[in-house]
């Protein structure tokens, strides 16, 4: 193998942040280029490119491959990393440069939204070992991984409609969302909840099964998450009134929705969700998972892959 395929494979997605992630490109390129950081330059094509960059990358035996793109782009990345066909090969590092709209992943690992700060990471080399997750069910029977988190209900329908927003983007379109969602979605589901520990039977207007600490660009669903404690962090929200759902969103930009009496904080390796009434719409890392599904499994893989960061903890 020559020495130019060791060099780090960069992904970069041109589209992400609608389209944004293009026009900077050179100023990503100048920054590294500072930094004497070298690397092979592959612009992603269309979706998917990315999951199938990630298996090249594995089998050429690459020590590091950094992807540059949104939660979409790193989610399809490490769906190629951690495929099991691959499984007994080792997997490169994963570098990470923020450009997409939430860039949550990036945050939950500690890697600054900042891209010359980003870029000093990546030079810095430094790498901490995080846990993946594994969602099996509703499109995907046998199963998508996951770095950030799984959301279920009222979190997905915002998801969706913000997705549908051509005018706003980032946290604005999450927050118009929220306002369009609380009048679709005003009845909560019932769902079943086996966790390690306990089974809950109730409605539930949204579950969050975190490895990282925010979604939507600016809700913190798990504030004092850890991606390496091999454990989820569960933020479960009940039936609330209408009236309230609102301000129970908006208690989660600043993480304080613990204090709301219909949060529930859980903590669990794995969890099964089904739906007794209704249905469950579902994302990983802000990818569809199901409209309609009725029985999810989620399941923690410790220590899956190494991550660049800074040496100061996950909170950048």
Known sequence: MNQVSLKPMLIYNATAGKGNAGKILPRVQALLQER???YDLVLTESVGHATRLGEQAVEAGRDLLVVAGGDGTANEVINGLMNPALNGRKRPALGVLPVGRGNDFAFGMGIPQELTQACDILAGG??????IGRVSGGDYPEGRYFGNGVG???????GFEAAKM???HGAASYLVAVIRTIFKYAKAPVYEVVLDDATLQQAFLMVSVMNGRRMGGSFMMAPDGDPSDSTFDL???GQVSQWHILPLAASFIGGKQAK????SIRRSKKVTIRAIQGSIPAHADGETICTAGQLLTIEILPGALDVLTHGNGWHA
């Not at 279920?152 to 915002?158: I, K, R, Y």
């Not at 709301?260 to 949060?263: N, S, T």
């Open 36 to 38: 004497n950081f070298d």
């Open 260 to 263: 709301d009496p219909a949060v």
């Open 235 to 237: 933020c479960l929200a």
């Open 126 to 131: 430094q790498r901490r070992r995080i846990d």
């Open 166 to 168: 051509k005018w706003l």
């Open 152 to 158: 279920l209900g009222f979190d997905t329908v915002v």
